[in-house]
Nanobody, 115 residues
Framework: QVRLVESGGGLVQPGGSLRLSCAASGIIFSGYLMAWYRRAPGKERELVASITSGGYTNYADSVNGRFTISRDNAKNTVYLQMNSLKPEDTAVYYC?????????WGQGTQVTVSS
């Protein structure tokens, strides 16, 4: 059974930092494209960042330069380091694993940026 378990969310002040983690099991992690999505209240889900099995990364314009996605294939874990957080980054953040026609999602972790 495939499981993606996110952690690291919480409440942070504007300008602060958080590091999200997503631990995967039940898949050959190194072969999957891993990504972080988010859904803010009243908005559609959007892609935040992705990283290929070879380590190539892609970012949404709104987070480029502030967020960093990375992966540790030995630990079956993908990370999202979020710096200089803004109130508009408030959302539920979801981990995604994709390969060919298969796609899996985590349960999400809440990130709230507020003073």
């Amino acid at each position: 059974q495939v499981r993606l378990v996110e952690s690291g969310g919480g409440l942070v002040q504007p300008g602060g930092s958080l590091r999200l983690s997503c631990a995967a099991s039940g898949i050959i992690f190194s072969g999957y494209l891993m990504a972080w999505y988010r859904r803010a209240p009243g908005k559609e889900r959007e892609l935040v960042a992705s990283i290929t099995s070879g380590g190539y990364t892609n970012y949404a314009d709104s987070v480029n330069g502030r967020f960093t996605i990375s992966r540790d294939n030995a630990k079956n874990t993908v990370y999202l380091q979020m710096n200089s957080l803004k109130p508009e980054d408030t959302a539920v953040y979801y981990c995604n694993a994709a390969r060919h026609l298969a796609a899996y999602w985590g349960q999400g972790t809440q990130v709230t940026v507020s003073s």
